[in-house]
């Protein structure tokens, strides 16, 4: 095994890393603060090439792999989790179907912009009674001569508000056994029909566009029916597989960010005449946070190494989004509890953290369901 990373991860890690504490860093306090999406992030990062890091040159992209992509999210999350998922969800959610099952026309006129940094993506799956029971969608998708003619109601879609074309998930029919055949179709935001509106008032990745989205009498041709339209479900369960790493590389960096501030803070505070560090009951809070983050990174290293080399991934990207993100939350309790009542305060952070990083454990599929992913993979049914 070599578990050195080549001189290309390397060179996106450092690029992801200077960009986060350069740009996103002086400004997370305040976007949480406002819940305000920072636009001319975005911008920046796709003029860097950060949004087509896992894409090829031909669409726009930097030819990277899933490990670099990793890196960067990883980086990017360390200082602002809202930056961090909104990003991680329009590569992963917003492009990379395209990229697995979309057609050659469909690669140049939606991926290419993405990739390039100069549109967004969204992927619009939940709806109000589909969470994780996401067979039970609702969104209908119905033939209409050349077009489908889409009618239904998404809700908690990242970016949405700010993306140029979203990933609609809709039943287009019924299958052989009855069951509803559910098809990804992509829908420009800009078409007649398509009602979006952010006036969620979260409790934390509060900078991150968060979308309802209402879709009545929408039209689009059918020319937009991403992949197999009897294999839209298993499609979309493959791109949340990918989306998973994601998530899990964004609960390492909350991790990292919160073992990092409670580290310097046991550093410099002083009780009883020496700094909080030297008890031995700070130590094992700071030893096990620093564990943890690192079983967590190499458990999402792993998966993100086994998708780049077309090896079976499922079961590594639920481990690596369920033991990351739960690590994110522990160590931003502990780092909380290291700071004692300034980890209550906004300007340290950790308060932060904790906000940011128990949305991870609920989306992109929650702690259960990964469980559950698991347990299938171990054979149990």
């Known amino acids: ?56 040159e031909e ?29 991680a969800a329009a590569v992963s959610l917003g492009a990379s179907p395209i990229l697995m099952f979309g057609t050659e026309e469909q690669k140049q006129k939606y991926l290419k912009p993405i990739a390039e940094g100069k549109e967004l993506g969204a992927f619009g799956l939940t709806e109000p009674n589909a ?55 992509i829908v420009p935001t800009n078409t007649e029909g398509v009602t979006i509106t952010s006036e969620y008032d979260k409790m934390g990745v509060r900078g991150s566009d968060t979308a309802e989205i209402v879709l009545n009498n929408v039209r689009v041709p059918q020319s937009n029916l991403i992949g197999d339209p009897q294999k839209g479900f298993k499609q979309f369960l493959t791109t949340l597989d990918g989306g998973r790493i994601s998530i899990g590389a964004l609960g390492v960096g909350i991790a990292q960010g919160a073992l990092n501030k409670a580290l310097q803070y046991a550093k410099e505070r002083t009780q009883f005449g020496k700094t909080i560090s030297s008890f031995q009951a700070i130590q094992f809070k700071l030893a096990d946070m620093a564990m943890e983050v690192e079983l967590a990174r190499n458990m999402v290293l792993k998966a993100a190494w086994l998708k780049d080399n077309g090896k079976p991934f499922s079961k590594e990207a639920a481990y690596a989004k369920l033991f990351a993100t739960e690590t994110a939350v522990r160590n931003a309790d502990e780092a909380i509890q290291i700071h004692g009542g300034y980890g209550y305060m906004r300007e340290y952070e950790v308060e932060r953290y904790l906000r940011d990083a128990k949305l991870l454990v609920i989306g992109e599929g929650t702690s259960e369901i990964q469980r559950i992913v698991i347990a299938r993979q171990l054979g149990c049914r």
């Open 131 to 185: 969470g994780s029971d996401a067979g039970g969608t609702k969104t209908t998708a119905v033939k209409d001569g050349d077009d489908f003619v889409i009618n239904g109601e998404k809700c908690f879609i990242t970016n949405a508000s700010f993306a140029s074309s979203m990933i609609i998930t809709a039943v287009t029919g019924k299958n052989e056994k009855g069951r509803n055949i559910i098809s990804a179709i």
């Open 1 to 56: 095994m070599n578990f050195e990373l080549t001189k290309e991860q390397v060179l996106i890690q450092e690029m992801a890393r200077n960009f986060a504490d350069e740009v996103i860093q002086p400004r997370a306090i305040d976007i949480d603060k406002t819940a305000t999406f920072p636009e001319d992030i975005f911008k920046k990062m796709g003029e860097l090439g950060f949004m087509g890091i896992p894409f090829p």
């Open 59 to 87: 669409y726009g992209g930097s030819g990277g792999d899933t490990i670099s992509y990793a890196l960067a999210v990883e980086e990017i999350g360390r200082v602002c989790g809202s930056t961090g998922l909104s990003y």
